[in-house]
């Protein structure tokens, strides 16, 4: 069973990829060009460790931001698996590490780290632009913008 069918609002945060222990996951664009997980049916072992590191499936709650910084396109539009991969080996090292993403891109990688947070990861939330969350459903309900 695909993750989008379980997962109501899909935002392609891609903590999905990330929590699947064996690699079969993969983000394609939908019709409206929004990327979306697709399972290979044929490796998945049905362990559903793809929802349960889902922030919409199980919910986290964000820290309250201060300050939201602006980013160029391309950050919002980047491959998240090999960041959240990257952030989260340098917080169990003890190195410091920096965040900047979306909020349903922060709580992804709050979800992936068991819903906590670090003294030595610092967050720098970005706004998800206008255009996208008008043209793409999942972020109009974006239960993380309040």
């Known amino acids: 069973m695909q993750i989008t069918e379980r997962v109501k609002n899909c935002n392609g945060c891609e903590?999905?990829?990330?929590?699947?222990?064996?690699?079969?996951?993969?983000?394609?664009?939908d019709e409206e060009g929004n990327r979306r997980p697709v399972i290979d049916e044929r490796g998945c072992r049905k362990c559903n460790a793809c929802v349960l590191f889902c922030p919409?499936?199980?919910?986290?709650e964000l820290p309250e931001f201060a300050d939201f910084?602006?980013?160029?396109?391309?950050?919002?539009?980047?491959?998240?698996?090999?960041?959240?991969?990257?952030?989260?080996?340098?917080?169990?090292?003890?190195?410091?590490?920096?965040f900047v993403g979306t909020l349903c891109q922060i709580a992804a990688l709050k979800s992936l780290r068991g819903d906590k947070l670090a003294h030595n990861l610092a967050l720098f939330p970005i706004y998800c632009d206008e255009e996208q969350r008008a043209s793409n459903p999942a972020c109009r309900a974006c239960r993380f913008y309040k």
Do not use: W
């Open 15 to 29: 903590a999905c990829i990330v929590g699947c222990k064996y690699s079969c996951i993969k983000m394609q664009e």
């Open 69 to 98: 910084f602006d980013a160029p396109e391309d950050v919002r539009k980047r491959e998240m698996a090999p960041i959240y991969r990257a952030t989260m080996r340098k917080v169990r090292e003890g190195q410091h590490a920096e």
């Open 56 to 60: 919409l499936y199980n919910p986290v």
